[in-house]
């Protein structure tokens, strides 16, 4: 399918989704929102899928939600169309991993996509901000949640009501990337990282995005028997055995996704 705000590369296993609007720094506008849905949606029926890498240019993963084509919208506008709702839900509805590759600017809404993704791994260059309070509002698709459920109360409130950019550096001491690579490894390294995942077992890898997710859910003792539960019911698959087997043979398995 071709996008206009997107570009979309299959290889390998490996779905890489680049945001495209470098003229306006890569702002998410209601096209790239439903691109970026249905982008998704394709990759999860697409068996040659098995992770997706989402990035967007060497200067900014994303500036935010597009400031030009919000500024004038009523109140009945942003709640009838439900604005950047079909985002958020297209994430939470993805099985597959997803890792964002951060170069330069993650902001407001842009910061948000990253923390919609199941890990980020981000350039030296990378900036991380939820710089709504400057235009005189909040952040609206996940920032003064999931930012602060990564990074704590403290450190999320510095960012969204001071509205400072975190560096990479920061970002990754604080618990807001799971690495940091200098700006010329990101992409080899995201999608190395990617490559490592889609040779494991694909039942294996969805019941560990299902458990981690699932942390954010429930209570500890819940999340503590889900955890066993899945991990009980990995025993009705072939990879299990075949993974077991090949450790004792000292030899590399052959998951079939079974
Ligand atoms: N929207 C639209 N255009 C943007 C943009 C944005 N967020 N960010 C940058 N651009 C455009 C600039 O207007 C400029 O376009 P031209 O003037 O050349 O036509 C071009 O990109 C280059 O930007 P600059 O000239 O400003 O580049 P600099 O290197 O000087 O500065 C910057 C880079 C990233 C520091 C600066 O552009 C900047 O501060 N950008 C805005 C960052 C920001 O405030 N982001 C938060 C946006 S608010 C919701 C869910 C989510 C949201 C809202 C609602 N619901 C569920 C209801 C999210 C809100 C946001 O993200």
Redesign the pocket.
């Known amino acids: 399918m071709a996008y206009e705000t997107i570009i979309v590369d299959i290889e390998d296993d490996i779905a890489l989704i680049q945001l495209n609007r470098p ?3 890569n ?1 998410i506008n209601s096209k790239v929102v439903e691109e970026l849905a249905a982008a998704l949606a394709a990759a999860d029926v697409n068996d040659k899928v098995r992770a997706v890498v989402l990035t967007g240019s060497e200067k ?1 993963f994303a ?6 084509e ?1 500024s004038e919208k009523s109140f009945v506008e ?1 709640f009838t169309e439900d ?3 079909p985002l958020n839900e297209a994430f939470l509805k993805f099985r597959k991993p997803v890792i964002a590759a951060v170069s330069g ?1 993650a ?4 910061c ?1 996509l990253a923390l919609m993704c199941d890990f980020i791994i981000a350039a030296d260059n990378a900036k991380f901000g939820q ?2 309070i ?2 005189g ?1 909040v ?3 996940g920032g003064t949640q999931r930012l602060t459920r990564l990074v704590g109360k403290s450190k999320s409130m510095d960012m969204h009501l001071t509205g400072r950019f975190m560096d990479a550096t920061e970002a990754e001491r604080s618990g807001l990337v799971s690495r940091v690579v200098p700006a010329i490894k990101l992409m080899p390294e995201a999608m190395a990282a990617a490559k490592k995942i889609a040779e494991k077992s694909q039942v294996a890898v969805m019941v560990v995005k299902e458990a981690v997710n699932r942390s954010y859910e429930t209570t500890l003792r819940e999340g503590l028997l889900f955890e066993r539960r899945v991990f009980h019911a990995l025993f009705a698959t072939e990879d299990q055995k075949e993974g077991m087997q090949a450790f004792l043979e000292k030899r590399e398995p052959q998951f079939r996704d079974r």
């Open positions: 003229d306006a720094l702002a900014a500036a935010g939600a597009d400031i030009r919000m942003m604005f950047f709702g600017y902001l407001g809404g842009g948000e710089p709504e400057n235009l509002v952040a609206g698709i």
